[in-house]
């Protein structure tokens, strides 16, 4: 069978996981199977990389330089098309799967619509966000929500990660666009995120860990206040963070919280470091306003870490201890709580693996897409 991804960019070899390692991880577990031939068209990245392997996948980059403006954009949703086409002609692809409903999502329907291949849309991140106090979201941008309008109309799949995201299309769209939803999350390789002894850097008291760039939705301001609560009853609190941070807006906010003895800034560590890093922690907390899956929490799981996390992405699957996003206050008692029931806690989440790895483990995901590729394939 041979599928076709459209994306707006991809890894530039095997080693780069970029800021998506869950697509990057599911191309190779994908490039595995005998009976799939996956092909890669990447809009925006790599730059001057027109043609190359990834594992088993052939990779064709359509990017060019000041693919901001729309003049060039609109030549390199035209070159897409010309290379599908020369691709498909030599041998024709069975299914088109875009990941992100936005410009490539954009582009895939037009490229199912003129060779009558079957599509999938999947929603990778904010495509069904609409948060006006920040600004964040495709469904507060006129084009943007017309390119998901129309990625979601031509799908005959729509992939949606996690429960709450599927409540977000409820939301928004009617019942036509609800019937093509299929709830099918990204998997996790369970040979690189597993639990293991924890070896201390820090010190010997429940140590935090968070993971995201310092980006409003990720709503540092909330963890930080948050913890301004927990310090009065755990004043040697220690909580890592990992993350890009290029504009030290983090650095600034533990100075004005005067958190800079008790928040660790790790800056951004290559993928292969987190499990080693996520090992030297006893509890994952996000703050975040809105996540389409939330990979780091699932990392998190894996490692057989306690979880506190706003009510987005997958938290409501992995875990009881979540809250109302935005609400520092709640955010605080729920960390209090779990510090000071952390034995009971670590329990709780070593019992759940099992489940958790059967729901996300990348071997298992990758299975379910094969099923979903072959099931629209016969449909042709």
């Not at 954009?106 to 069904?128: D, H, M, Q, R």
């Not at 520092?328 to 759940?352: F, Q, R, S, Y």
Request: aromatic share 10%.
């Amino acid at each position: 069978m041979r599928i076709a991804w459209v994306t707006t960019g991809f890894s530039k070899d095997e080693n780069d996981y970029g800021g998506a390692a869950a697509i990057h991880n599911l191309a190779r577990e994908l490039s595995k199977a005998n009976d799939i031939e996956l092909t890669i068209f990447s809009l925006y990245h790599p730059l001057n990389q027109p043609e190359y392997n990834f594992y088993k996948a052939r990779v064709f980059s359509l990017a060019e330089k000041g693919f901001e403006s729309r003049a060039v954009k609109l030549k390199i949703w035209r070159n897409c098309q010309r290379k599908f086409a020369r691709e498909h002609s030599i041998n024709k692809f069975d299914v088109i799967h875009s990941m992100w409903a936005g410009e490539s999502g954009y582009v895939a329907s037009k490229l199912s619509k003129s060779f009558g291949v079957p599509l999938i849309i999947n929603i990778c991140g904010g495509e069904l966000a609409r948060i006006k106090e920040i600004g964040y979201g495709s469904m507060l941008k006129y084009w943007q929500k017309r390119f998901v309008d129309t990625s979601f109309a031509s799908a005959d799949k729509i992939i949606s990660g996690s429960e709450y995201i599927t409540e977000k299309i409820k939301e928004f769209y009617k019942n036509d666009i609800l019937s093509k939803v299929v709830e099918l999350p990204f998997g996790m390789d369970e040979n690189v995120f597993f639990p293991s002894k924890k070896r201390r850097t820090f010190k010997e008291q429940p140590v935090l860990i968070n993971v995201g760039s310092a980006v409003t939705v990720k709503s540092h301001i909330t963890l930080f206040n948050a913890l301004t609560i927990v310090i009065k009853k755990f004043p040697e609190l220690i909580l890592i963070h990992c993350g890009l941070d290029n504009r030290g807006i983090l650095l600034k906010m533990a100075e004005e919280f005067e958190l800079q003895s008790n928040v660790k800034l790790m800056g951004f560590l290559p993928y292969e470091e987190m499990p080693k890093i996520m090992n030297q922690a006893d509890i994952f907390v996000s703050s975040s306003l809105y996540e389409s899956q939330n990979m780091a929490l699932i990392e998190a799981a894996f490692c057989g870490l306690s979880l506190v996390s706003t009510d987005v992405g997958a938290a409501r699957e992995v875990t009881d201890n979540i809250v109302k996003p935005g609400d520092h206050i709640l955010l605080a008692n729920k960390i209090i709580e779990v510090m000071e029931n952390l034995d009971k806690e670590k329990d709780k989440a070593k019992h759940k693996l099992d489940v958790i790895r059967l729901k996300y483990s990348l071997v298992n995901t990758a299975k379910r897409f094969v099923e979903l590729y072959n099931f629209l394939g016969s449909l042709k």
